[in-house]
T-cell receptor, first 114, second 115 residues
């Protein structure tokens, strides 16, 4: 059972345009969400996170939106740059209480086209 | 300010041999997590450790796999009698002492190939 779902295995976006990566989750206990970026042969790199008390968090070109009622979040990258080509993983865990494992989606491969 | 270190980066083993994967967390981090990534899959949680304690091993196979994080030295993920299905990338992550940050920082991974 996939608790964190990224339904688009890949996405191609023109350089300079907006990239929108989507993620859905099923576990209502999740209250902390993260996006990681991964290049081939490297470990995931933390990008941005959002707590469930917020519906938006922005960091430079990256913005994450959270819709709790729909159990949906999205990552917006604008403007998209060639170096953004990578696999993006959506992840979730529980912020309150003890430390807990992160549950990852399967990833979306983003291609930025010249 | 070194990040999470993992070694070896690549490991080749024959079926039945043992694999030992090492992870040194970021300085000041006392929480270590191990994840496994199979081809075309996301990362799957295996085990969470603090110094000398296993906190959550719910994602780790019951047989052949073990993990430790001793008082001194790196965390070790040990796989005994490896099989071809163990071929995967194994990532270690660390996080700081218990505080408001729940972000985990990942190492470069160890790619295990079982022949």
């Amino acid at each position: 059972d996939q608790q964190v779902k990224q339904n688009s295995p890949s996405l191609s976006v023109q350089e300079g345009r907006i990239s929108i990566l989507n993620c859905d989750y099923t576990n209502s206990m999740f209250d902390y969400f993260l996006w990681y970026k991964k290049y081939p042969a490297e470990g995931p790199t933390f990008l941005i996170s959002i707590s469930s008390i917020k519906d938006k968090n922005e960091d430079g070109r990256f913005t994450v939106f959270l819709n709790k009622s729909a159990k949906h979040l999205s990552l917006h990258i604008v403007p998209s740059q060639p170096g953004d080509s990578a696999v993006y993983f959506c992840a979730a865990n529980r912020e309150a209480g003890r430390d807990d494992k992160i549950i990852f989606g399967k990833g979306t491969r983003l291609h930025i086209l010249p | 300010n070194a990040g999470v270190m993992q070694n070896p980066r690549h490991l080749v083993r024959r079926r039945g041999q043992e694999a030992r994967l090492r992870c040194s967390p970021m300085k000041g981090h006392s929480h270590v997590y191990w994840y496994r990534q199979l081809p075309e899959e996301g990362l799957k949680f295996m085990v969470y450790l603090q110094k000398e304690n296993i906190i959550d091993e719910s994602g780790m196979p019951k047989e052949r796999f073990s993990a430790e994080f001793p008082k001194e030295g790196p965390s070790i993920l040990r796989i005994q009698q490896v099989v071809r299905g163990d071929s995967a990338a194994y990532f270690c992550a660390s996080s700081p002492n218990r505080d408001s940050s729940k972000t985990q920082y990942f190492g470069p991974g160890t790619r295990l190939l079982v022949l």
